[in-house]
């Protein structure tokens, strides 16, 4: 039995799934957070809360980078880790730090930092060759205007350090342009309370399918685990509406994107890492979108283990603890996954999701996951806005077919605003 010490996390799927994967190779894990009743007001009615399994829970300041390897040393002193680890992207250089100062397994440190701020990753990979968008970092507001004619209408405009599609937009003009800065300007700390980086990222508008890449790098080999493809809604946001697990792709095109991933996780010299990295197929070839040095989000590991049988969560957990991950693929009688979110259309709140009753006993529904009503919304801009999500497995290729299908059944009812007096 092992002992993991986790650093924060996602209060979505991967909060419940790393710690699954903990009980389930034998171990235990010690959780650190800077605010607990982040993930208690998060709970859902879906059964035990994910931390009743930790064996400790400690609070420290997780957001001060300079202080916290000394204060997890005195930790590990007492509680003698064998491993770290995080889900949460804010928090993955904080826990490469981490390990090397406790010598315990983990990526390499300027590694992890490239990969977690996408104007490094972008730096990296165009000096490795690695293909990717034609791109310009600007911290300097005044230099903006001028890169984005170089790059030219309509291009990309991203934050380096926010997640799940927040504050990514495409422009189309120089009005655009200004009011997608002003928006990333107005977000001076992201949602855990760190200083964001003032860079604004511009990148060349890139065109054809998106996937991901999923892949395990250890003991200085990258194994792809398959590629997931992806479908894109919200314009002139980038919100990700569903994904299948394998891509519906000619072989060719599947090995050039697993190739292009690769090579991005290389050039970034990512070892002892789980990571999911984003690839647009475009006419000229696989481009780099995004790599992101954790597990996939959004479902997807669970869309590969019902296809493949191979567990990206332990194999997160194994590599944490310098262990090889098992990666041997094993018959499902599953041969496609597939998950499809529901988006709020409107803004106010939930009164109710209808058509439920419909869906969830369905032969083909692995998932059916909804929100409680009397919940905010707001019309989605980022993947942080679903509603719930249906999915989905088929002994072919119909899985996705079949998610969308069943989205469909199901209609969100909002609550009447007051009427408001003349």
């Not at 930092?113 to 104007?119: F, H, L």
């Not at 994904?243 to 697993?258: I, S, T, Y």
């Not at 009688?333 to 939930?350: C, D, K, N, W, Y």
Request: aromatic share 4%; with cysteine.
């Amino acid at each position: 039995m092992a002992h993991l010490l986790v650093v924060e996390s996602w209060v979505g799927s991967m909060s419940g799934l790393l710690p699954r994967a903990i009980r389930e190779g034998g171990h235990e894990f010690t959780f650190v957070t800077r605010d607990l009743h982040h993930y208690l007001r998060a709970a859902g009615g879906g059964g035990a809360h994910p931390l009743l399994a930790a064996r400790n829970i400690v609070t420290t300041d997780t957001n001060d980078a300079d202080a916290l390897p000394a204060r997890l040393e005195r930790l590990h002193a007492v509680l003698a880790f064998d491993g770290v680890v995080s889900s949460c992207d804010y928090y993955l250089p904080a826990v490469a730090r981490v390990a090397r100062h406790l010598g315990l397994p983990g990526p390499a440190v300027p590694a992890v930092e490239a990969a977690s701020r996408k104007d490094l990753t972008r730096r990296t990979l165009a000096d490795a060759g690695v293909p990717g968008p034609r791109f310009a970092a600007c911290e300097d507001p005044a230099r903006i205007p001028d890169a984005a004619r170089d790059i030219g209408y309509p291009l990309v405009v991203k934050p380096v350090d926010l997640c799940a599609g927040m504050l990514v937009r495409e422009v189309r003009d120089e009005r655009e342009l200004e009011r997608a800065c002003r928006d990333l300007a107005a977000f001076p700390v992201n949602a855990r309370g760190q200083d964001r980086a003032p860079v604004v990222l511009l990148e060349e508008l890139l065109t054809g399918p998106e996937v991901s890449v999923e892949t395990v790098s250890h003991g200085g080999v990258t194994h792809v685990v398959g590629v997931t493809d992806k479908s894109i809604g919200g314009s002139p946001a980038f919100v990700e509406t569903g994904h299948m697990f394998p891509a519906d792709l000619p072989a060719a095109e599947a090995r050039a994107a697993a190739d292009t991933a690769r090579a991005a996780v290389e050039a970034l010299g990512l070892d002892h890492v789980v990571c999911h990295t984003e690839i647009k197929l475009t006419p000229l070839g696989p481009r780099v979108v995004e790599v992101n040095p954790r597990p996939a989000g959004n479902r997807i590991t669970e869309l590969v283990r019902h296809v493949r049988g191979v567990d990206l969560a332990a194999a997160c957990v194994d590599v944490a603890l310098g262990a090889a991950p098992d990666l041997t693929p094993r018959a499902t009688g599953v041969h496609s996954a597939a998950i499809a979110f529901l988006l709020p259309a409107a803004t106010g709140t939930l009164a109710a999701v209808e058509g439920a009753e419909g869906v969830r006993d369905l032969p083909e529904v692995l998932e059916l996951s909804l929100a409680e009503p009397g919940r905010s919304v707001r019309a989605a801009t980022s993947n942080n806005e679903y509603l719930g999500h249906v999915m989905t497995a088929d002994a072919g290729h119909g899985a996705r077919v079949a998610a969308e299908r069943l989205l469909t059944r199901l209609r969100p009812r909002y609550e009447e605003s007051p009427a408001v007096p003349a």
